[in-house]
């Protein structure tokens, strides 16, 4: 059975040494997916997540996973599972993260099965569980520079072998923002100034037409910037 194989991992709920910041960036996304302040009718997780905007990388997703052989993804931060959900990931450990506890006991409700489990957690703060690749759609796009260091801290101590995240590959620069709100993000460019990706699945355009250099790109963990 699926779940034998999960390995362990800390609750948040017994852990006594959540901090302050800890608990503010818990607020701030709970109050952005309670109110739907991303404003989409399909998912309160943002119009990313809407089954219609992720129609090419779901397949696109389903054939990298067979090819590198997975047999375990955590999926941070996850939202409402609103389209992973449609993604064939037969056979594969799926571990879904965030800092929302609504989301997660939602859809530990609906969702959870012994190949597919819900945690609370945040990355930025919290150890991660354990798997072989890390998919961070859409995350480090609502995060400030420090958040987003901490957080790669956290990925590559994780012990996973890849991680597949998002870009704006023809994006010129990068801005700092206050965690919560957004602002695409180029990984090549400082401060992060990642490597070239091992491979690109194309992500965009927005309905609008905007945006359309969004792809999630993937790397070995041991070969991102350590600084």
């Given at each position: 059975m699926c779940s034998d194989n999960y390995p362990k991992s800390e609750s948040r709920e017994t852990n006594s040494c959540v901090s302050q910041i800890d608990t503010e960036v818990q607020q701030i996304f709970t109050e952005i997916y309670s109110g739907n302040q991303w404003g989409d009718p399909d998912s309160r997780s943002g119009?990313?997540?809407?089954?219609?905007?992720?129609?090419?990388?779901?397949?696109?997703?389903?054939?990298?996973?067979?090819?590198?052989?997975?047999?375990?993804?955590?999926?941070?931060?996850?939202?409402?599972?609103?389209?992973?959900?449609?993604?064939?990931?037969?056979?594969?450990?799926?571990?879904?993260?965030?800092?929302?506890?609504?989301i997660v006991e939602r859809n530990t409700e609906l969702h959870s099965n012994e190949c597919r489990r819900f945690v609370h957690l945040n990355m930025i703060a919290d150890p991660l569980p354990s798997a072989d690749l890390i998919l961070c759609r859409d995350g480090l796009v609502h995060l400030s520079f420090s958040d987003i260091a901490s957080t790669l801290r956290r990925m590559r101590s994780s012990g996973a072998t890849y991680l597949l995240l998002t870009t704006f590959d023809a994006h010129l620069s990068n801005l700092d923002i206050a965690t919560g709100e957004w602002r695409p993000l180029n990984v090549l460019l400082p401060p992060l100034a990642f490597p070239p990706p091992i491979s690109k699945i194309w992500d965009g355009p927005r309905p609008d037409s905007t945006y359309s250099d969004k792809m999630l790109v993937l790397y070995e963990v041991a070969d991102l910037p350590t600084a």
């Open positions: 119009p990313g997540s809407s089954v219609f905007r992720t129609r090419l990388i779901r397949p696109a997703l389903a054939q990298l996973f067979k090819k590198l052989g997975l047999r375990s993804v955590l999926d941070v931060p996850c939202g409402d599972f609103n389209w992973m959900r449609l993604v064939e990931m037969s056979g594969i450990l799926y571990t879904g993260a965030d800092v929302v506890p609504e």
